[in-house]
């Protein structure tokens, strides 16, 4: 079966579920689930049960597609997503989001746990993201181009949406946090950092440093969706910080600001759709 097939059969049994027609999607990060809970008159389905989508296998992640309204915005959540490092080949990381678009979402907002690399983040933190550098040795449009899908060379000089980080930031102000803006940098894991190769990133102009949302970046402008991205920085990475890293500090810290993170969400989705 052709890709795009497998795109419009996962989109057909999905419309099946639900009439529900999303305008705004949201993937969700390690740790970050229970915003699911806040879509209103929510339909649920597992991954598993959907066309093509594959089996989540990283705690945290839950591994549902969840349909319903946020603000009165009409959403599509992603609770959980899969990784590159998890085995999947890069077309399955990015499926969900091209079903998405599929479906009619027009924004997509990622989230993700990330290490904090800039000096002036610390565990807690909700970065929005402004930019990306993609060191994960792959890109997730390589091979056949499908026009149906988008062109074959898009342009990347604006992927997260500077209007949406505005929005972010107006309501981070609101729940009272300070903004905090960076550049998020994706390799492929799962090994942490050494603190030689933080260094590096660091040279680079990396502020945060995760193994996720640069190939669903991508594949978002390569759809002609507006991007907003937000990372939670659930610890400092290797070398800045002189404690071990693991991913019981991911989720311990994603755990901890899960009210503040569900409230951004809250205010911001509605006002993507608008």
């Given amino acids: 079966m052709e890709p795009y097939d497998k795109i419009m059969e996962a989109v057909e049994f999905?419309?099946?579920k639900s009439l529900l027609q999303p305008r705004v999607g949201v993937v969700l990060g390690s740790g970050l689930g229970e915003f699911a809970a806040r879509v209103?008159?929510?339909?649920?389905?597992?991954?598993?049960?959907?066309?093509?989508?594959?089996?989540?296998?990283?705690?945290?992640?839950a591994g549902r597609l969840v349909l319903g309204t946020v603000g009165g915005a009409p959403t599509a959540v992603l609770q959980g997503r899969y990784h590159y490092y998890e085995g999947h080949a890069i077309e399955d990381v990015v499926f969900p989001v091209r079903v998405l678009a599929?479906?009619?979402?027009?924004?997509?907002?990622?989230?993700?746990?990330?290490?904090?690399?800039?000096?002036?983040?610390?565990p807690g933190d909700l970065m929005i993201i402004r930019d990306h550098i993609n060191l994960m040795g792959l890109n997730p449009l390589r091979g056949a181009n499908d026009e149906r899908l988008g062109p074959r060379f898009p342009d990347m000089s604006a992927v997260y949406d500077p209007a949406f980080q505005e929005v972010i930031a107006a309501a981070q102000a609101e729940i009272g946090r300070t903004p905090r803006h960076g550049v998020y940098l994706a390799l492929s894991g799962p090994s942490y950092e050494t603190p030689a190769e933080i260094r590096m990133l660091a040279a680079l102009g990396a502020d945060a440093v995760g193994m996720s949302t640069v190939p669903e970046a991508v594949c978002a402008r390569h759809l002609g969706l507006r991007v907003a991205g937000i990372s939670c920085v659930t610890n400092l990475a290797a070398g800045i910080s002189k404690a071990p890293l693991s991913h019981n500090e991911v989720t311990e810290t994603a755990d901890r600001v899960k009210g503040d993170f569900m409230k951004l969400l809250t205010l911001v989705i509605p006002k993507m759709e608008k």
Avoid: C, D, M, W
């Avoid at 209103?40 to 992640?61: L, M, N, Q, T, W």
């Avoid at 599929?102 to 002036?120: D, H, M, P, V």
């Fill in 14 to 16: 999905i419309r099946a």
């Fill in 40 to 61: 209103e008159g929510a339909a649920a389905i597992p991954y598993e049960e959907i066309p093509h989508f594959r089996k989540v296998s990283v705690a945290g992640h």
């Fill in 102 to 122: 599929r479906l009619g979402i027009q924004s997509l907002l990622l989230t993700n746990a990330a290490g904090g690399i800039g000096r002036e983040l610390q």
